[in-house]
């Protein structure tokens, strides 16, 4: 059992950490394929869109095949394409490249958590889904940094085929390793979850709280340097920081799990207060530190307690309502992006700090959406049932 979780977590490694390849080379691969910054940036954020318009359909085309040859070729098609980028000498067909890997990338992580539960099932959902999820606290800490350190010292693409070989150890290691799931078809019959409508105020709420995120993460950077005054060898230390405390985020998931709903309100909980310390309590002693422990533990502790509160909301569909969970993220992450840009091109860092903390404070507020639903929607029950 503890084999398979660690093929699962070592997949989303090098999965989550080829959705963000080209951040850290973008000046390499800008001027090897004679291309703007922005159009190398656009390898990311099209990939993002492309999972988003993608997710759903495909998820559910694939809803009856056992997870185990899934999986695989789900990993093989992404091991495929970045390896394939060492021969890649046209912007044009990297491109293609990260179509086709975008479009195995959502269906991945639609089945990941489910995937993770029906392997350990004596284990508590909460951490099952934190084995395979720290995948994500690994790639911040080790992949992205790897891969630009590799492509800075030899070529670009080597930064890109590392994580093709890394992706093909795992591909055997989980042939031996992974256990054959049969998938049990829901009384739906694996469509989308229709009337659900605690989840969907789940969905709402992922959305606000992931936006409120990448509203300000998208630039931390620049607001680690001008509002916390980290910089020179400060600046990627801060940003270990932030990487090792959202592997420790992960693990203490892994043990308040129980109680999803609680866990996504109290890591959402810690990204808003990191946010509020930056804009008021920067310059106090510690509080750099505090601010990048603190949001990087609540955002790794929040990707696993929303994820693990859509599938619990949605007993029956899990893949279903976890790929309309991976499509709310990648809006979050593109709409955060956007707003968080224009907030910082036309107003500043401040104003990006406090439009995203009010973002964040609404989130909150959000959380109650759900169990109101959830009320409303037994009360309809038990009057309609009254009425017959």
């Known amino acids: 059992m503890i084999r398979a979780l660690l093929v699962l977590m070592l997949g989303a490694f090098v999965s989550q950490t080829t959705e963000y390849l080209p951040i850290g080379l973008l000046p390499r691969i800008a001027e ?18 492309i999972i988003t318009l993608t997710v759903i359909p495909i998820t559910l085309l694939t809803n009856r095949i056992n997870r185990r040859p899934l999986f695989l070729a789900l990993l093989a098609i992404i091991t495929l394409c970045n390896g394939l980028a060492l021969v890649a000498h046209s912007y044009w067909f990297l491109m293609l490249l990260r179509i086709v890997a975008a479009l195995g990338h959502g269906v991945f992580w639609s089945i990941l958590a489910s995937y993770a539960v029906k392997i350990a099932p004596r284990m508590p959902p909460g951490r099952a889904t934190a084995w395979a999820y720290s995948g994500i606290s690994l790639s911040i800490v080790g992949g992205v940094p790897l891969s630009t350190a590799l492509g800075q010292a030899f070529d670009w693409q080597v930064g890109f085929a590392i994580f093709g070989a890394f992706g093909l150890i795992i591909f055997i290691l989980g042939y031996f390793w992974l256990p054959s799931v049969a998938v049990a078809i829901p009384d739906s019959g694996g469509s989308f979850p229709r009337r659900n409508w605690p989840l969907y105020g789940a969905v709402a709420v992922t959305l606000l709280i992931i936006t409120a995120h990448f509203n300000g993460y998208t630039y931390i950077t620049p607001l680690v340097t001008d509002t916390l005054g980290m910089r020179g060898p400060r600046l990627p230390l801060a940003l270990l920081v932030f990487g090792l405390s959202g592997a420790a985020g992960t693990l203490l998931a892994g043990w308040l799990g129980a109680h999803p709903a609680r866990l996504a309100v109290l890591s959402a909980s810690g990204i808003v207060i990191s946010q509020v310390l930056m804009l008021y ?18 955002i790794a502790m929040l990707f696993i307690g929303l994820q693990s509160w859509v599938i619990e909301l949605a007993p029956g569909q899990a893949e279903a309502a976890s790929a309309l969970y991976v499509m709310t993220c990648n809006i979050g992450i593109g709409a955060g992006a956007m707003s968080g840009g224009l907030w910082m091109v036309h107003y500043g860092p401040k104003a990006l700090l406090q439009a995203g903390a009010v973002l964040g404070i609404v989130a909150l507020c959000s959380f109650m959406l759900p169990g109101y639903l959830r009320k409303r929607r037994k009360a309809y029950s038990q009057s309609r049932s009254v009425h017959r």
Do not use: K
């Not at 004679?34 to 869109?49: D, F, R």
């Not at 310059?283 to 609540?298: C, E, N, R, Y």
């Open 32 to 49: 090897d394929l004679q291309v703007s910054q922005a159009a190398v940036g656009a390898l990311v954020t099209g990939y993002a869109w």
């Open 281 to 298: 309590l920067a310059p106090q002693p510690g509080i750099p530190w505090l601010v990048m422990a603190v949001w990087g533990a609540g």
